[in-house]
């Protein structure tokens, strides 16, 4: 059995306006509103979501112009032109309220709890799946290829599917890969990425059924997979996206490893793990985590052989040494210390390699907003816990005026914290001059809230400037060889590149395409782990 999840309260405030922008492009403004309305006001009920909401658009403007809220509740189709439509607000009844909510909680955006009759934003697995979609699709198309992804986007598109369609569709969307469509759904439901749900309900307690590995090359037609309704497991999510991201920091910490026998040996400490915790640890740890964000993990990982480990290592990378996994795991042992070494066999310290992870976060975003002076004075900090200013500015090589500078900036955005000492040992009232202050700085209590606010707050104005952006480039229109008769995203349209302008516009889109993608892998890094 792992340990009861530590429990974890934050503000949340950057990640509900991140995630009301996101439902609100993606279901529609009705459910942006409804979004609005739970982050506002907690836990509300059916009625009180409604009220909400046509308070919300009703407020502010005339009933002759108000601003319309579209109707269709499905996924909206991506196009070129603009989504937003003009309707009577009368079109805000109840009914209307009711299927975008039940829409939401599908789609696990929102939860219900049958005895309060109440519903509540599930901010973590809402941000996981919505906001950091991009991420796990280009994780699943690493992983399973393009036919890993036609399964990946029916299941982001309906959320709750009976297996068999899902399958189906994805092969219509690709009749040239029918047959690869059909192994990959076999090896993603062998590799757990899958939850059955029971009558097609997302409040329903999922199953996973884990199909043989033997299985997943024997599978003949559709009729050989479930037909029960599933969704994806957010465990399974997470896990795959924490390898990765180690795998990736781990490459970048060790320049002259072999990446493949580092793939290799990470594969075989994440595949001890659970793919999650029992199903009711879970959920009592989401009714009682506010947000949402369970602890998937345990302590450390299943102990395993150096001889398994060489065996096993044979198997999946034939081409590996004996000296490249010694040398590996030697390292892996001392700095960063993510491994443990107990006679012959090793564990991987899942809160050691997590604490890599973010501290590297936490370092790349302290440098571009206070420099490398601030990364320095966070180090001292840290490990000195109470420091004057005058020590700080001997310690980092800088000026005590600069020194200052930064601390307060740091301040100012939530790292630091500047506490007054009483230098006669009395805690009444003084004058300043009898008092010393000192900076400190706590990782759990200043850095890591801030720097997922600020994370949080960044990547909305990402997505925000990257839409407008996508605008522009309507303009230019598609290039002559486009189909123009498929409306597509931006991102997926080729446009007509002769013209000077849209050049410029279109490596600004690029980039800002690529500034929001790195800044998902630093919240699913930061928030997630």
């Not at 982050?39 to 009625?47: E, K, M, V, Y």
């Not at 901010?123 to 290829?145: F, K, N, T």
């Not at 189906?168 to 899958?194: H, I």
């Not at 097609?200 to 033997?214: A, D, F, H, I």
Request: charged share 20%; proline share 5%.
């Amino acid at each position: 059995m792992t340990s009861a999840p530590t429990v974890q309260r934050r503000i949340l405030t950057d990640h509900y306006k991140l995630l009301e922008y996101t439902v609100g492009k993606q279901f529609g403004p009705l459910a942006g509103s409804a979004v609005a309305a739970l982050s506002g006001r907690g836990a509300l009920t059916l009625r009180q979501i409604a009220d909400a909401v046509l308070q919300e658009h009703t407020s502010g403007t005339s009933l002759s112009t108000a601003r319309a809220v579209p109707s269709a509740l499905h996924l909206p189709q991506q196009t070129g032109g603009k989504s937003e439509m003009t309707l009577d607000p009368s079109l805000l009844r109840d009914a209307a309220v009711k299927e975008v909510v039940g829409l939401l909680v599908l789609h696990r955006v929102v939860r219900y709890s049958p005895s309060s009759k109440q519903y509540r934003l599930s901010v973590g697995d809402a941000v996981l799946l919505r906001v950091l979609s991009p991420i796990i699709a280009g994780h699943v198309e690493h992983r399973y290829g393009t036919a890993g992804v036609a399964l990946y986007a029916v299941l982001f598109q309906l959320g709750v599917v009976p297996w068999q369609s899902a399958v189906r569709l994805a092969q219509e969307r690709q009749p040239a890969a029918a047959e690869e469509v059909l192994l990959t759904a076999s090896r993603m439901e062998a590799d757990g990425w899958l939850e059955f749900v029971g009558g097609g309900s997302s409040e329903e307690k999922p199953t996973r059924r884990k199909r043989g590995r033997q299985d997943t090359e024997e599978a003949a037609s559709v009729e050989t997979l479930s037909a029960d309704p599933c969704r994806l497991s957010i465990p399974r999510i997470v896990k795959g996206l924490l390898q990765v991201a180690l795998q990736n920091q781990l490459a970048n910490y060790f320049s002259d490893v072999n990446h493949k026998v580092l793939a290799a040996l990470l594969d075989m400490f994440f595949d001890t793990f659970p793919a999650t915790s029992t199903e009711d640890e879970l959920e009592t740890v989401a009714a009682d985590v506010e947000g949402g964000y369970p602890t998937f993990f345990p302590p450390m990982s299943e102990s395993i052989s150096l001889t398994h480990l060489i065996a096993r290592l044979h198997q999946l990378y034939p081409e590996g040494k004996k000296e490249d996994v010694v040398l590996l795991l030697d390292w892996l042992c001392t700095s960063p210390a993510i491994l443990t070494r107990h006679d012959d066999s090793y564990r991987l310290q899942t809160r050691a390699a997590v604490d890599f992870l973010q501290s590297d976060v936490i370092e790349r975003v302290l440098f571009v907003r206070h420099g490398t002076v601030g990364v320095r004075l966070i180090k001292l900090l840290l490990q000195h816990h109470y420091v004057d200013d005058k020590v700080l500015a001997e310690e980092v090589i800088a000026t005590p005026q600069k020194t200052r500078e930064v601390l307060h900036a740091m301040m100012k955005d939530g790292y630091t914290l500047l506490q007054e000492v009483p230098r006669n040992g009395n805690v009444a009232e003084r004058p300043p001059k009898n008092s010393s202050f000192l900076w400190t700085c706590s990782l759990t209590e200043t850095l890591l809230p801030s720097v997922r606010n600020h994370v949080a707050r960044t990547l909305l104005r990402a997505e925000e400037r990257l839409s407008a952006q996508g605008g522009r480039l309507e303009q230019y229109g598609p290039s002559e060889g486009a189909d123009s008769g498929v409306g597509e995203a931006p991102r997926n349209a080729a446009f007509n590149i002769s013209q000077p302008d849209a050049i410029s516009a279109w490596r600004s889109y690029v980039g800002l395409q690529s500034c929001s993608l790195s800044l998902m892998r630093l919240m699913f890094m930061i928030d997630y782990l």
